[in-house]
């Protein structure tokens, strides 16, 4: 069984970098993988591997995922402020972005938490398992909704026909209930 991930394993000594901070969710957003004391183990690992920037490893976390997930910049930008600021990592210009590399301190944490960090990357590289699997199912029926109903833009009978299974799929699951 996997520990579970409290905000209480969160610890920043700023306060805008707490649990509480920019975990608004926007509109078409699904629930979050995991909170960011957890996020923070997958993205000091995937620093560990190699210096990355921010935008790489929401991608990177997307993949591991196997696309049922990613984590927001929201999310991302405010962790890697809080890991420079622990210490954890460093930052470096590329460009008009950052390059972050792993500290020392970033790799003697990641040791001391090896067994956390392992049972985190787990669940992340098990997509297909209870509500993960249903996530990327929603999130493939989603997209192929989205595709199919801006190819019939023109074709009202066809929007009409994604709309009534939709409909008929909202009954069906609320009948379950």
Do not use: C
Not at 84 to 103: F, Q, V
């Amino acid at each position: 069984m996997l520990p579970s991930f409290h905000h209480h394993a969160f610890h920043s000594p700023h306060p805008h970098h707490g649990p509480h901070h920019g975990h608004g969710r926007g509109p078409g957003r699904g629930p979050k993988m995991f909170d960011a004391g957890a996020l923070r183990f997958v993205v000091l690992h995937l620093i560990a591997e190699k210096p990355r920037h921010g935008y790489e490893l929401i991608k990177e976390i997307e993949t591991l995922a196997g696309g049922g997930y990613a984590p927001s910049p929201g999310a991302i930008y405010p962790l890697l402020a809080m890991l420079l600021d622990l210490g954890h990592i460093e930052s470096s210009p590329d460009g008009n972005k950052k390059l972050h590399a792993i500290t020392d301190e970033g790799r003697a944490f990641l040791e001391e938490n090896r067994q956390l960090a392992d049972a985190v990357l787990a669940r992340l590289n098990t997509p297909g398992e209870g509500r993960d699997d249903v996530r990327a199912m929603m999130h493939a029926l989603k997209q192929t909704v989205i595709d199919n109903y801006r190819a019939g833009a023109e074709d009202a009978e066809r929007r009409a026909q994604i709309k009534a299974i939709l409909q008929q799929a909202t009954d069906d699951i609320g009948k379950l209930a």
